[in-house]
């Protein structure tokens, strides 16, 4: 979905519903990218997970 479409509908993405801040989330999106790159594919929530940047409670309640 393009951009202004997720905007016209209201669709948010998910870093917007996770309670951690921007560092952690930029961190988070690049270590998940690293880890694509080595075949490995996991949710961004899971990473944010192992990263300790939120916890199993935040995310349950995010999405």
Not at 23 to 39: I, V
């Amino acid at each position: 979905m393009d951009p202004d479409r997720r905007k016209a509908q209201g669709v948010r993405r998910i870093g917007q519903y996770l309670p951690c801040d921007l560092k952690s989330l930029t961190r988070g999106l690049a270590f998940q990218k690293q880890m694509a790159a080595g075949g490995i594919r996991k949710p961004l929530g899971e990473v944010l997970l192992e990263c300790r940047a939120i916890s199993r409670e935040r995310l349950d309640e995010a999405v």
